[in-house]
């Protein structure tokens, strides 16, 4: 059974910071691209970023870039995304996401064409 579990998320003053956990199994991990993605209340939902563990390729979203860091560790199936300096528009339900890749895969691929795989998401909220 393909899993994709998130942890991490909860409430935090502007300028704080997060680290978000998406462990997976069920599948092949080096096989795969994962995302993590956002859908605010009201709003349609948006890639942040995107890391390809085979090679450690990684996509980020315009207005996450230089906070935001998303890794992987290989040996856990596990990939993480940092965020610092948060604001309250980043604001969301931030959910995992994976799809089978042998190259790298960009962030809209997500948004477009969508993953096979997805978490069942975990609540950020910033306050002001």
């Known amino acids: 059974e393909v899993q994709l579990v998130e942890s991490g998320g909860g409430l935090v003053q502007t300028g704080g910071s997060l680290r978000l956990s998406c462990a997976a199994s069920g599948f092949t991990f080096d096989d795969h691209a994962i995302a993590w993605l956002r859908q605010a209340p009201g709003k349609e939902r948006e890639g942040v970023s995107c890391i390809w563990s085979s090679d450690g390729s990684t996509y980020y979203a315009d207005s996450v870039r230089g906070r935001f860091t998303i890794s992987s560790d290989n040996a856990k199936n596990t990939v993480y995304l940092q965020m610092n300096s948060l604001k309250p528009e980043d604001t969301a339900v931030y959910y995992c996401?994976?799809?089978?890749?042998?190259?790298?895969?960009?962030?809209?691929?997500?948004?477009?064409?969508?993953?096979?795989?997805w978490g069942q998401g975990t609540q950020v909220t910033v306050s002001s």
């Open positions: 996401a994976a799809v089978a890749a042998d190259v790298p895969i960009p962030l809209q691929h997500f948004e477009e064409v969508g993953p096979d795989y």
